[in-house]
Each structure stands twice: as structure tokens, then as C-alpha cells.
């Protein structure tokens, strides 16, 4: 009876355990994989704070026009207070007949203020004319925030892309594990064949040998596919920003899917990406920032004009018991000009590094777009080898798996050989593989074609 018991408390704790194994697996779609990537990848998240950042800049980028009010307050305490020597006016001002005046110094020293002075108050300063600089500052900021929400949108539409690479990436290694398996199971299959042949007499022992190391040989390749199908979900896991030692599997299907994108022409995919990429088209903010950095650095040559208000007390005591009669107050107003009018050659040469900038992104836009052309030719010829393969691949898979069953039936038969079972099922496993291949490459270069033409907004 306590035996049945223990039998029964070891049966509950496996299943318990295997519950929670189960629990903590998590299984992702690629609509899933796409939610998770956006809400924990590190590099999406970078960008979206870059505009954030971009953002606050403008807001910084205004408070140079605005005016700026700063309060202060000092309280200053004299150790020793300084005494000067000034003539003595009393005796200069006594007739020279006054009593004892010939006893009185010429000079006097005394000594000016009191132990401690306190002052407070408000200075305002406002910025009437900076040469178009603060003007300048605030579109260069506008300007960067506009490119940042394009890098934003770049990184969003990479990690679609990659996102979906490295689910596909473990949908297929799953299949291939598959493939694999299927191969050594067919290659077993085949050892047990031979064997009984071997033992009736009807085959060779060089057949039997064959069949064991054609065993042999297979093993291997189902064990690297386990492992690159790990492998490829370690990848998944770091798109996805998921702790390394979270159990997941991935639930989807590769598909062939055409759809009405596919049927533009190379010249319409080109067309469409300089128009909608967004690296092309943060490269038009760019170049505006470059543009107006020229006026930034003429506006160094350029005077400037500032408002000043001073509104202030000061008091003086020997001691620290202020009152308010022991102030008195300071009113002023006054407008600055400030005319550069020799820098040491720096203002031109900031301006002649500007121009140059802006020459330099005028170059870089050319090599931008000519570029982004290439890329989009080499991925839709890309695309085009892909679709061919996998329509040539998907008859070959048919084709092999009957040229496999017949040679298996005419071997039995005593019509064929052993080689042309091995070779008949080395292209059965390169036919399926080659359709997986195909497939992958298909469903990729969808995604690719898209992201080079800035139209890869969502799953696909």
C-alpha cells in the first residue's frame, strides 16, 4: 500500500513538473514576435528616445529669442575694510586765523562702507537682434527633430525586417530538423531492409555494410540541424530582447504568397524609394541643416543687440540685523551693442567650413541615391531568382519522392542496387531542402523588397 502511494506521489510531481515546464514555454507568432520586438528591442527603443531628445532640443532652441530672467542674492562680510587718503576739505575750508588750524593734517584716511552688505534682486535680459542665429537655431532644430522621427521610422521598418528574418529563420530550421529526422528514419528503414535481405540470403554483406554507414553518415546532419534549429531561436530571442533563458517555439508556416507589390517593375520600385525611404528623406533635413548652418556662421560677422533690466537692493550694516530701511533700492535699464570686428580669422573660417559641409552633403546625397538604386536592383532581381527556384524546386520535391519509393520497390525486387537507393535518397533530402531554401529566400526577399522601397509597415 505505501508503495502505491509513492507511485502515485511520483506520477503527481512529474506531471506538476511538466506543467510548469509547459507554462514557462512560450510560444510565438509572427504577429507576436513583431509586438514583443517593438516593445523590447534596445535598438527601436534608442531611437525612440532620439526623438525625444530632438524634441527638448527645440524647445532649448527657443530660449535664445525668449528672454531669460535670473534672480540673485550676496551677502558679503568685510574682515578688514579698506581706508583712503583724501585731502582734509575741513581744514581747507577754515579761514587761517581759526584757532589751532596749523595743528590740522592736510590728508585725512577713512574708511568707506560697513562690515556686511546684502544685496538681491532681478536682471532681464532680452535678445533684440542676433545676425538670424536664433532664428537658425530654432529651424536646425526642427530640422533634426524631423530626421530623427526618419531614423525612427528606418529602425521600425529594420526591425520588421529583421524580426521576420529570425522567425523565418527558425521556421525553416525547424522544418529542416524535420527533413532530417525524415532522412535518418528513411535511412533506418532501409538498414532493417538490408538486414533481412542479408539474413534470407538475398543481399550482399558489402550491401549491409553500405546500409550501416549510410546510417552513420546521416546521424550527424539530423544533429546539426537540432542544434541550428537552437540556434536560431537563441537569434529570435535576441531581436526580441527576451531573457536568454526563456523557452520559446515559434508557430507559423512558410508560405508561397503573391500579392499585387510583386508585380511593379524594376524602374517602379526605384521611383517609389527615393521617394519613400526615409533615409533619403531624413537626407533632405539633413541638407537643410547644412544649409542653414551657412547663415548660423554669416551671422558671426553680423552685430548684436541686447535689452538689459536691473532691478535690485543693497544694504549695509556692521551687523546682521537687517531691516527694511537699511536698503535701498537699483533701477536701471540699458541696450548693449556688440560689433565684432576682429576674431582672429575664426568667423570666416566657420563660415568657409560651413559652406564646405554643405558641399560635402551634396556629394553625399548623389552617392546616397545612387546607392539606394543599386540596393533596390539587387534585391528584385533577388527576388525574381527566388520566385524562379521555388517554382522549379516545388515540382522536384514530387519528382524526388517518387524516384525514391521506385527505387526502394525495385530493390526489393532485386532490380537496382544499393547506390541507387543512397542516391536516389540524397536527392529526395537536397529536393526538400532546396524547396525550403526556395521558400525562405521568398518570403525574405518579399520583406526586403518592401523594406529598400520604404514600404514595409507591418507583417506581410
Not at 568707506?112 to 537658425?136: C, D, K, M, R
Request: aromatic fraction near 10%.
Amino acid at each position: 500500500m505505501l508503495r502505491k502511494h509513492q507511485w502515485i506521489f511520483l506520477l503527481f510531481f512529474i506531471l506538476v513538473f511538466a506543467a510548469a515546464e509547459a507554462q514557462d514555454k512560450i510560444t510565438l507568432t509572427l504577429q507576436g514576435s513583431m509586438e514583443l520586438a517593438f516593445k523590447n528591442n534596445p535598438g527601436y527603443q534608442m531611437a525612440r528616445k532620439e526623438v525625444e531628445k530632438a524634441k527638448a532640443s527645440v524647445g532649448e532652441a527657443y530660449s535664445n529669442i525668449l528672454p531669460q530672467i535670473n534672480a540673485s542674492a550676496s551677502l558679503q562680510h568685510s574682515w578688514a575694510i579698506q581706508e583712503s587718503t583724501i585731502p582734509n576739505f575741513i581744514k581747507f575750508m577754515l579761514p587761517p586765523t581759526f584757532p589751532g588750524i596749523n595743528q590740522m593734517p592736510d590728508y585725512v584716511r577713512i574708511a568707506f562702507g560697513l562690515e556686511n552688505t546684502l544685496t538681491y534682486g532681478a536682471v532681464l535680459t532680452q535678445p533684440l537682434f542676433l545676425g538670424g542665429a536664433g532664428i537658425s537655431g530654432i529651424k536646425i532644430a526642427s530640422a533634426v527633430e524631423r530626421a530623427t522621427e526618419k531614423n525612427l521610422e528606418a529602425a521600425r521598418q529594420s526591425l520588421i525586417y529583421d524580426t521576420a528574418n529570425a522567425f523565418y529563420t527558425c521556421l525553416i530550421a525547424k522544418q529542416v530538423v524535420i527533413v532530417r529526422e525524415e532522412a535518418l528514419k528513411q535511412s533506418r528503414e532501409n538498414y532493417e531492409m538490408v538486414k533481412k535481405k542479408f539474413d534470407a540470403g538475398a543481399a550482399s554483406k558489402f550491401d549491409l555494410m553500405r546500409a550501416k554507414v549510410n546510417v552513420a553518415n546521416t546521424r550527424p546532419d539530423a544533429i546539426s540541424a537540432r542544434n541550428n534549429y537552437k540556434t536560431a531561436l537563441t537569434r529570435l530571442k535576441m531581436v526580441l530582447a527576451l531573457p536568454m533563458d526563456t523557452e520559446i517555439e515559434v508557430d507559423g508556416a512558410l508560405e508561397y504568397t503573391e500579392d499585387e507589390f510583386t508585380q511593379l517593375t524594376l524602374a517602379d520600385y526605384q521611383k517609389m524609394a527615393l521617394q519613400r525611404r526615409p533615409e533619403v528623406l531624413a537626407l533632405e533635413d539633413q541638407k537643410e541643416i547644412s544649409r542653414i548652418n551657412i547663415s548660423i556662421a554669416r551671422s558671426a560677422f553680423m552685430p548684436k543687440l541686447f535689452f538689459q533690466t536691473d532691478y535690485s537692493y543693497l544694504g549695509m550694516k556692521d551687523d546682521l540685523t537687517f531691516g527694511n530701511k537699511d536698503f535701498s533700492k537699483g533701477f536701471s535699464s540699458a541696450i548693449s551693442l556688440q560689433l565684432p570686428l576682429f576674431t582672429g580669422m575664426k568667423n570666416s573660417k566657420q563660415y568657409q567650413k560651413a559652406k564646405i559641409s554643405y558641399n560635402i552633403m551634396l556629394d553625399t546625397e548623389k552617392q546616397v541615391t545612387d546607392g539606394i538604386a543599386a540596393e533596390v536592383e539587387a534585391v528584385y532581381n533577388k527576388f525574381l531568382e527566388a520566385k524562379e527556384r521555388f517554382l522549379s524546386a516545388s515540382e522536384n520535391v514530387d519528382l524526388a519522392e517518387e524516384t525514391f519509393r521506385l527505387a526502394i520497390m525495385m530493390y526489393e525486387e532485386g532490380t537496382n542496387t544499393q547506390l541507387d537507393v543512397f542516391t536516389a535518397q540524397l536527392g529526395l533530402t537536397n529536393a526538400r531542402l532546396n524547396y525550403l531554401s526556395s521558400l525562405y529566400e521568398y518570403q525574405l526577399t518579399r520583406y526586403a523588397l518592401r523594406k529598400v522601397t520604404g514600404n514595409l509597415n507591418s507583417v506581410i
